[in-house]
């Protein structure tokens, strides 16, 4: 792994810049790793086009699952909802700087785009409204 992207997971990992939860919130999920105990609670904030407005992450783990979250908030901050559901596997490797991981590292880098996914999917949920429109 290049030395700057492992500046960059600790660097995010210390310091994230998206950690925290929204109140209000127009989607919210959480889930965790049971292999090794990581979580993460993700809070957005829509738009009534579909927007995301406003995104953060809360929760606990490893460097990479926190890195992975808060680097996964910043970039779908202005992005649609129908943009998250094309979101796969190599964009989140891609902001962390990574062409693999092991078994065991890649679910801890992929537990953010689970559970936004799982969120925008409405997973778990009897409905997520935006403004007066139930998706």
């Known amino acids: ?8 997971i600790i660097e995010r990992y210390k310091m994230p810049h998206h950690r925290g939860q929204l109140d209000p919130h127009d989607i919210s999920y959480e889930d965790e790793n049971p292999l090794c105990g990581d979580h993460i609670r993700i809070d957005l904030r829509v738009a009534e086009d579909g927007t995301i407005t406003e995104a953060a ?5 490893c460097a990479i699952s926190q890195a992975a979250a808060d680097l996964l908030m910043e970039a779908i901050i202005g992005k649609h909802l129908d943009d998250i559901k094309g979101l796969g596997r190599q964009d989140v490797l891609d902001l962390l700087g990574f062409e693999e991981l092991g078994p065991v590292r890649i679910k801890c880098a992929l537990l953010p785009l689970k559970v ?3 969120g925008v999917y409405g997973l778990g949920q009897s409905g997520i409204k935006i403004g007066d429109e139930e998706l």
């Open 116 to 118: 936004l996914k799982a």
């Open 57 to 61: 992450f809360s929760g606990h783990g």
């Open 1 to 8: 792994m290049d030395d700057l992207y492992r500046e960059l």
